[in-house]
């Protein structure tokens, strides 16, 4: 899997937009970003993952550049609630049966 | 929705017992699941990957004799930490992969702590 980097910590005011970036410059043509979070002592959590094409779910919005060497995890409205490790992946699709190799991640507090 | 469990969800054992703890896919079968251990202010660190009626995929370091991994059935996935140490005093956490799609659910994990 290629490898990402990512900030160490952000924060954000609470009500506004959480912009998470990841560079992953060695990414292969079949390799999709992934992006999980996790809460204070929970199992992590998916969000959103994308190949090339920019995508949205009812969590986040996910950007990918032209050239795929980075993209962004955007948080629309932030919450308190939203305060965890963000992890930024990326690894080939192969369905849920390929492991999942985590970094060190963005930790995001949400100020009140 | 897919949802990972695990049992229990912390622990406290004294050096030199055994512990197992267990991953359920409520709702889905899972042919392949995955453990991991989070030690404090760290990421996640695969120890190995769980194949239904095959032998666990240890990752580089991890003693597969330690660490015994059983997936009798498609929902069930068994981690038992053997002569338990305070080292292995952590956070563990099991996945699961469900057929035809892209995600991988994680369990709410597992508070290991060795006295």
């Known amino acids: 899997d290629a490898k990402t980097t990512q900030p160490t910590s952000m924060d954000c005011a609470e009500g506004r937009a959480a912009n998470l970036p990841c560079n992953h410059s060695t990414i292969s043509g079949n390799e999709y970003v992934y992006w999980y979070r996790q809460i204070h002592s929970q199992g992590p959590q998916y969000i959103i993952h994308?190949?090339?094409n920019n995508e949205t779910n009812e969590m986040a919005s996910l950007i990918i550049t032209e050239d795929r060497k980075s993209s962004t995890l955007i948080l629309p409205h932030a919450t308190l609630r939203d305060t965890a490790v963000y992890y930024c992946i990326v690894r080939v699709a192969s369905g849920g049966y390929q492991k999942v190799t985590f970094g060190t991640g963005t930790k995001l507090q949400v100020i009140p | 929705g897919a949802v990972v469990s695990q049992h229990p969800s912390w622990v406290i054992c004294k050096s030199g017992t055994s512990v197992k703890i267990e991953c359920r896919s409520l709702d889905f079968q899972a042919t392949t699941m995955f453990w991991y251990r989070q030690f404090p202010k760290q990421s996640l660190m695969l120890m190995a990957t769980?194949?239904?009626?095959?032998?666990?995929?240890?990752e580089q370091g991890v003693e597969k004799d330690k660490f015994l991994i059983n997936h009798a059935s498609l929902t069930l996935s068994t981690l038992t930490v053997t002569s338990a140490h305070p080292e292995d005093s952590s956070f563990y956490i099991c996945?699961?992969?469900?057929?035809?799609?892209?995600?991988?659910?994680f369990g709410p994990g597992t508070r290991l702590t060795v006295t």
């Open positions: 996945s699961a992969g469900r057929r035809a799609s892209y995600e991988q659910y």
């Open positions: 769980s194949n239904e009626g095959s032998k666990a995929t240890y």
């Open positions: 994308g190949l090339k």
